[in-house]
């Protein structure tokens, strides 16, 4: 350990979320964060500090303030145009979620206005609602696509995704989700259009570079467990890892199937089954549970949280962020959700905001825990407690953002 080390904080209480550290939140009170370039250098206690970290030319005093690691929204649809504000008005008249679906609206209807929009005005869209995102501490946001279809409006909403991550504070990863619904043009043709899609448009994404997960939405009003495994076995074929929206409306077995590719999550989860449930368990595949979703669709079911905590299956919380089942723009809501509606507890929240769900995009080893060698994505909250962050709503306590070691400013322009 000799070192150059750029910054510290000191006086601060770590929530460092690292598994084993044997405390509530992986907590240290008293502690210290060292940093060097963009990656964490040391966490520790205040009186074991090393000599490198006190020769830190950058010293900051954290007053006290409570540190977590960067949050990490895994789940989003923030690539899109157009609003569904209609579709809750029929919503609330009685029409289902599913019942609006099939007569061409729902998810269509936000296909036919993101295939208007340009690429432009999809990431100035996207942008506008990642503000309200970065204000909470989120550092890292998954985007999928989904609302193009067609070859060129999958790449231009992914294309839009990415630029979100050059023009704004944020890692963008983004996830290729042609297989959301069918496209218009092979309606009563879903098998055709997987033929499509795993001829042409997933290949074209991974080719350029766009895509670093493969999703899918498996159900009743989308696709079967056998089309979803043919878009898996086109996506293993190209090297990109999967992920399933999974059990959100019916039993499907999509979870156990997504386990079966190792997938990477297992996303909704409300109406999963114990043996997929154990499947998940076996694969090390995380629960990503959204509760925006199960209120925006008033969903009676709760997903199995006692049987993922009973298999050791890890559970990540993110918002769905999307324009028909959850129109959400707050993950501390989401926090509060999880433990009023699931009856998870605050720290469990909290790790699925973080660890779990960096684990749900592949990126355990990079972020989602202060620990030496991590990105130094990390938030210091004017709270008293960790449990405050999924205790209160309507409250934002994030006072500042450290993204890659450095101090974080508003939430940037288009470029
Ligand atoms: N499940 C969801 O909750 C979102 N996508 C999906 O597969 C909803 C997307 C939408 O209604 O626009
Ligand atoms: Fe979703």
């Given at each position: 350990m000799n070192a150059e080390w750029d910054a510290l904080w000191v006086n601060a209480r770590l929530a460092t979320m690292a598994p084993g550290a044997g405390t509530p939140y992986g907590a240290i009170e008293a502690g210290a964060i060292a940093v060097a370039g963009e990656r964490i250098a040391w966490v520790g206690t205040m009186d074991s500090l090393p000599e490198a970290a006190r020769r830190a030319p950058r010293r900051h005093d954290a007053g006290g303030a409570w540190i977590t690691p960067g949050l990490v929204d895994c789940h989003t649809h923030l690539v899109y145009a157009g609003s569904r504000a209609e579709e809750f008005e029929q919503r609330l008249e009685g029409v289902s979620y599913e019942e609006i679906a099939r007569r061409g609206g729902g998810i269509l209807s936000t296909v036919e206005a993101t295939r208007a929009a340009s690429e432009d005005d999809l990431a100035a869209l996207a942008l506008s609602r990642l503000h309200a995102l970065l204000a909470e501490g989120v550092t890292t946001v998954e985007i999928k696509s989904g609302y193009g279809l067609d070859v060129e409006t999958e790449l231009r909403q992914l294309r839009a995704a990415r630029r979100v991550g050059r023009s704004a504070p944020v890692d963008v990863v983004a996830t290729f989700l042609g297989a959301h619904v069918v496209p218009p043009e092979y309606r009563g043709r879903t098998d055709a259009y997987v033929d499509f899609l795993c001829a042409e448009s997933l290949p074209a994404a991974a080719e350029e570079g766009l895509a670093d997960a493969v999703d899918a939405f498996c159900e009743r009003i989308a696709f079967s467990p056998a089309q979803t495994e043919r878009i898996f076995e086109t996506a293993a074929g190209l090297g990109l890892p999967v992920k399933l929206h999974a059990e959100q409306l019916s039993d499907q077995g999509g979870a156990a199937l997504a386990a079966r590719f190792r997938a990477l999550s297992a996303d909704h989860l409300e109406y999963v089954s114990d043996a997929s449930v154990e499947a998940m368990a076996g694969a090390g595949t995380v629960a990503v549970l959204l509760p925006g979703a199960f209120y925006f669709l008033r969903e009676t079911r709760v997903p199995p949280v006692e049987r993922f905590r009973a298999h050791g299956v890890p559970i990540a919380i993110s918002t769905d962020s999307n324009p028909g089942s959850s129109p959400v723009g707050s993950l501390l809501l989401m926090l509060s959700m999880a433990c009023t509606?699931?009856?998870?507890t605050p720290e469990e929240a909290l790790a699925g905001v973080t660890r779990n769900a960096a684990a749900a995009l592949g990126r355990e080893a990079q972020i989602g825990t202060l620990e030496a060698g991590k990105r130094a994505d990390f938030v210091l909250w004017?709270?008293?407690?960790?449990a405050e962050l999924a205790y209160r709503v309507g409250f934002n306590p994030c006072r500042e953002v450290i993204r890659g070691g450095r101090s974080r400013s508003g939430g940037g322009d288009v470029r």
């Open positions: 509606f699931f009856r998870m004017d709270i008293d407690h960790p």
